[in-house]
């Protein structure tokens, strides 16, 4: 292995759920050597999903009591409806380990509180982690201080690219764009395909040449020095079958009002969920 945050770490990394987004970060971890499997040890209540882990060469376990007495990290991967009756089984981790945490909308404050720990730090990765294409957003009050944001940085680092930001409120809009973001993209992906088959391209075509478009275009954006309008005004031609398809995409109630409510609801949604009450 080369030179990876195991070198760093004395003891255990454990995950905490590992559903989807837990996956999709272990698989992140396992593929870029950045940590040894062996040393990380994943608790996932449902037999399936701890197999699929298993899979990847790390320890599973079903429940926290199994796990070993000390760890250096901590990463909670559970949904946030779970949080208030899970995370205090992880107190016997304060004095020793740092906690990460991705669940949408609960706050540092309320980790605080949960985990008698002032080392924690929340993160909004998203799914493209898994094969090294995500982002991801960190945000720790204690960041420099108590938290070791080196070795966050360095886990989400073998995702894709890493933002780490000085006010809190940032997570809760990242988790509206780069968070729920691939979603609304596969359904672009959806409704091109769809779109495609009504215009009398057969199927396989029609989902090949979505993906390939949002891919292809994606990838440009990011190698290009231009901005997003400028590369849209270069595929536009006057009076062009492009500008005849935008000319909907921007009408009044077009894409750009639809996305704003998208995001909207789904930032407002963060917001909701760091304000429940335990139970609610």
Request: net charge negative; hydrophobic share 40%.
């Given at each position: ?5 195991s070198?760093?770490?004395?003891r ?71 949080i ?163 000319s ?26 760091a ?6």
């Amino acid at each position: 292995m080369n030179s990876n945050l195991s070198d760093q770490l004395g003891r255990s990394l454990i995950l905490v759920g590992c559903g989807n987004m837990g996956y999709a970060l272990l698989q992140g971890w396992v593929d870029s050597r950045l940590i040894d499997p062996r040393q990380v040890h994943v608790v996932e209540p449902l037999s399936s999903l701890r197999e699929r882990a298993a899979s990847l060469g790390v320890i599973t376990h079903d429940t926290v009591t199994t796990l070993p007495p000390d760890a250096d990290l901590v990463v909670i991967a559970l949904k946030p409806q779970i949080i208030e009756q899970e995370l205090p089984k992880y107190r016997r981790y304060s004095n020793s380990a740092a906690f990460v945490s991705i669940a949408a909308g609960i706050t540092c404050e309320r980790l605080t509180r949960l985990l008698s720990s002032t080392r924690v730090a929340r993160a909004m990765p998203n799914t493209p982690t898994s094969i090294g294409k995500g982002s991801t957003i960190i945000f720790s009050d204690r960041a420099g201080e108590l938290f070791p944001t080196e070795w966050v940085v360095a886990l989400f680092n073998a995702g894709g690219a890493v933002h780490l930001v000085a006010q809190e409120e940032f997570i809760d809009a990242a988790t509206a764009i780069s968070g729920s973001g691939p979603a609304y993209v596969f359904y672009l992906i959806e409704c091109l395909a769809d779109a495609a088959l009504k215009l009398g391209l057969p199927s396989t075509m029609a989902r090949d040449l979505a993906t390939e478009t949002v891919h292809g275009s994606a990838a440009l954006a990011l190698a290009s020095k231009d901005a997003p309008e400028e590369l849209r005004r270069q595929v536009t031609s006057p009076s062009g079958t492009t500008e005849a398809g935008l000319s909907v995409l921007a009408g009044d109630d077009g894409l750009s009002s639809l996305i704003l409510r998208t995001t909207r609801a789904a930032f407002d949604r963060s917001l909701e969920l760091a304000s429940q009450r335990p139970g609610s």
